[in-house]
């Protein structure tokens, strides 16, 4: 069993590659893409794992820049959250780093949350 993953049109340009391809492989499963709330589940999914949370007025943020990047070519689904999440995440430690520089010390509680400022900050 061989199994091929990618998008369709991707998919069609590799399978017309070589004439015979298409037979080699007759069943097609499609999947569709997550929606912009399921996206934003995944992403808040990501923050349990880390024991992090959303800050209330970061929400919206969030999907907005969900919604902008999941248009872009190549986002790609969950990986495209993941690939946001990291970033946001960097942009929590940048922020940390500025508090400590600014304030010689930043809270437990400035480290647990993920703000509008980390979503605002990668866009």
């Given at each position: 069993?061989?199994?091929i993953a990618g998008?369709?049109?991707?998919?069609?340009?590799?399978?017309?590659?070589?004439?015979?391809?298409?037979?080699?492989?007759?069943?097609?499963?499609?999947?569709?893409?997550?929606?912009?709330?399921?996206?934003?589940?995944?992403?808040?999914?990501?923050?349990?794992?880390?024991?992090?949370?959303?800050?209330?007025?970061?929400?919206?943020?969030?999907?907005?820049?969900?919604?902008?990047?999941?248009?872009?070519?190549?986002?790609?689904?969950?990986?495209?959250?993941?690939?946001?999440?990291?970033?946001?995440?960097?942009?929590?430690?940048?922020?940390?780093?500025?508090?400590?520089?600014?304030?010689?010390?930043?809270?437990?509680?400035?480290?647990?949350?993920?703000?509008?400022?980390?979503?605002?900050?990668?866009?």
């Open positions: 069993m061989v199994i998008y369709s049109t991707d998919m069609d340009r590799f399978l017309a590659k070589n004439q015979g391809l298409v037979s080699r492989f007759p069943n097609e499963i499609l999947f569709e893409d997550y929606s912009l709330e399921e996206m934003v589940l995944i992403f808040k999914g990501m923050l349990k794992k880390g024991n992090l949370q959303l800050a209330e007025d970061a929400e919206e943020a969030l999907a907005e820049l969900i919604d902008v990047k999941r248009k872009e070519d190549g986002f790609g689904n969950a990986r495209g959250v993941r690939n946001i999440f990291d970033a946001v995440q960097k942009q929590k430690n940048v922020r940390l780093h500025r508090m400590l520089m600014e304030n010689g010390t930043f809270s437990a509680e400035s480290a647990q949350f993920i703000v509008k400022e980390d979503i605002e900050a990668i866009w």
